[in-house]
């Protein structure tokens, strides 16, 4: 059984995340799932929202300034998640443990470190 969040991982994030987070429950999307992989980062947070999944990065410089269009434009999206370089395994814990606090719904518009 699936977590209620979504995931949709950018594609500068290992896939090797996909098995770890479904282990812990999440549905989780790849870039390379959804043949995205060279999609622009504006194509690939469009793509998150349209699917209604948070979206997880490496790219704090791009994704920041995104995000804050997004609120600059009123943009409801379902959160994004900007990840420091780490682990897979480390990474897939954190990620687990920050979005276990959250719904789908209080997590919406929401920019969250891990």
Excluded: W
Excluded at 18 to 33: I, Q, R, S, Y
Excluded at 63 to 85: C, M, N, Q, W
Aim: hydrophobic share 40%; charged share 30%; net charge positive.
């Amino acid at each position: 059984m699936f977590k209620v969040i979504p995931i949709y991982c950018d594609e500068d994030v290992d896939i090797l995340i996909k098995p770890l987070l479904e282990a812990k429950g999440f549905k989780v999307l790849t870039t390379l799932d959804e043949k995205m992989l060279k999609a622009s980062d504006i194509q690939q947070i469009e793509y998150a929202i349209k699917k209604r999944y948070i979206f997880l990065t490496h790219n704090r410089a791009h994704f920041e300034e995104l995000y804050t269009e997004l609120i600059a434009k009123s943009i409801d999206h379902p959160g994004v998640i900007i990840a420091t370089r780490r682990n897979v395994y480390e990474l897939a814990r954190r990620v687990s443990k920050v979005l276990s606090g959250y719904t789908q719904e209080n997590i919406k518009n929401k920019l969250l470190y891990v």
